[in-house]
């Protein structure tokens, strides 16, 4: 009796700890769904701020067949220089290449069992090496490999260099939505999924229509200084053939080219919880003029035009930005400058 209240006991003590965990477990997730609707309050409150500094202007039109998916077999349209080298490589020389492969060795199989089946071929050979062959079979595949790797280091080369930024926009994955800082505009958004019926009305594709777009200008290299404030989410747009993760604590740096205006949607691409499916991400691309029309339309100011306003850019000291100008550029002039100019500074201080 005694030894069964002591196994009781460790099975308690083993099994009902876990338990306990197990049932507190999911109050914990439970708890930020309860609040999304009020997650989502700020974002409305941020837009009815941005809204109240200037009227807001129209939305950009979403184009069926660009920038979303169109029920298609392969990979989407691309506009972006590195989308359209990627896709390129993808269609002319690795499909082809794994097609032509693929077809080969189905072809050499079914050859082998039809010829060399017991009815057709009773007494077997008895080689087990041939020399000309084993050379050809192993030359072959490395030289196919070596034809790959140029194209693809170059590729991955020019995806590693980008060009001078023109824009930074600081990329926040939040459970479930995302923030868009532009820190030398002084502009920052709460971006969440549109409602289906909104979507809907407003001729947005379904769960991935979001209220606050990221806005950037056509032809502006665009760079993405990615993080998240809670788990890892991942920052994607199939169309500019941009991806990257969102990790808390760290900043991963990508960039984009938008080589045409429209809308592109992308959506969160690391499984970060219950509504991991629900934040996707929407990318309009306008004029510089519309750019910047809606920059003032979000209570921000264009880097260097007029007097910047100090409460945009409260964080990076003038010494510090200064020190970064001096190594950059040892003209006196320059140093002024970036001191005098918040958005200069600060973006010494991200790049
Ligand atoms: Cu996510």
């Known amino acids: 009796m005694k030894t069964l209240f002591k196994l009781a006991a460790i099975a308690a003590a083993f099994g009902l700890a876990p338990a306990t965990a197990i049932a507190a477990a999911p ?9 999304a609707p009020a997650a989502a309050a700020p974002a409305d409150a941020a837009g009815a701020t941005a809204n109240a500094a200037a009227p807001a202007l129209p939305r950009t039109a979403a184009t069926p067949g660009i920038g979303q998916p169109d029920g298609r077999l392969g990979l989407q ?16 020389i690795l499909m082809p290449l794994i097609t032509i492969i693929s077809l080969f060795v189905l072809a050499l199989l ?7 089946r017991r009815g057709a071929n009773p007494t077997p050979s008895r080689n087990t090496h041939n020399t000309t062959l084993e050379i050809v079979w192993t030359l072959v595949p490395v030289l196919i490999l070596v034809v790959i790797a140029v194209p693809s280091i170059r590729l991955l080369a020019h995806q590693y260099s980008p060009p001078e930024a023109d824009l930074t926009v600081k990329v926040i994955g939040n459970q479930w939505y995302w923030e868009y800082e532009y820190p030398d ?7 969440n999924m549109m409602p289906e019926d909104e979507a809907e009305a407003a001729g947005e594709p379904r769960q991935l229509a979001v209220d606050e777009r990221m806005v950037v200008p056509v032809g502006a290299t665009v760079k993405l200084i990615v993080t998240s404030n809670d788990v890892i989410h991942a920052f994607g747009v199939p169309a500019f ?5 969102a990790v808390p604590g760290r900043l991963n740096e990508t960039w984009f080219q938008a080589t045409r205006p429209g809308v592109f949607y992308g959506v969160c691409y690391e499984l970060c919880g ?5 934040m996707p991400i929407a990318v309009e691309v306008v004029s510089p003029e519309r750019f910047a029309a809606w920059v003032a339309a979000k209570g921000g100011q264009m880097p260097g035009a007029g007097p910047a306003t100090p409460t945009l850019v409260p964080a990076p000291s003038p010494t510090v930005a200064a020190g970064d100008a001096t190594a950059a550029t040892p003209a006196p002039a320059n140093v002024v400058e970036a001191a005098a100019t918040p958005a200069t500074t600060n973006q010494a201080a991200t790049r």
């Open 110 to 116: 079914a050859w082998v069992v039809i010829r060399y």
């Open 241 to 245: 053939w941009t991806k990257i993760d």
């Open 274 to 278: 219950a509504r991991h499916g629900y």
């Open 185 to 191: 505009h002084g502009v920052n958004l709460i971006s």
């Open 27 to 35: 109050a914990a997730p439970a708890a930020p769904t309860a609040t």
């Open 77 to 92: 349209d691309q506009f972006s220089p590195i989308g359209e080298e990627a896709y390129w490589f993808h269609e002319v």
